[in-house]
């Protein structure tokens, strides 16, 4: 059974930057893409960044070019968002995605 795991979030300032972290088990992580998503109450999720299961390509939302990262470590079954430049709009709940297995999402803040 898949299970993914976020940690990281929290409450930060804009203009700071945060690093979440999602932990999988039970599959053969580094034969998967990953993803993180993101969601404000009352909206839809939305993709913010894709990585493939090497780590040789990525993509991010145009809201997040520039300010975020996506990298993964096979060796740790762990995938990782760095985000800096943090802004309010960037608040929302957090999660990765391996195909069709969700973690429980960490919650983003960010707020003076």
């Known amino acids: 059974q898949v299970q993914l795991v976020e940690s990281g979030g929290g409450l930060v300032q804009p203009g700071g930057s945060l690093r979440l972290s999602c932990a999988a088990s039970g599959v053969t992580f580094s034969a998967y893409a990953m993803s993180w998503y993101r969601q404000i109450p009352g909206k839809e999720r939305e993709m913010v960044a894709f990585?493939?299961?090497?780590?040789?390509?990525?993509n991010y939302a145009d809201s997040v070019k520039g300010r975020f990262t996506i990298s993964r470590d096979n060796a740790k079954n762990t995938v990782y968002l760095q985000m800096n430049s943090l802004k309010p709009e960037d608040t929302a709940v957090y999660y990765c995605?391996?195909?069709?297995?969700w973690g429980q999402g960490t919650q983003v803040t960010v707020s003076s």
């Open positions: 995605r391996m195909l069709s297995n």
């Open positions: 990585i493939t299961s090497t780590g040789g390509w990525t």
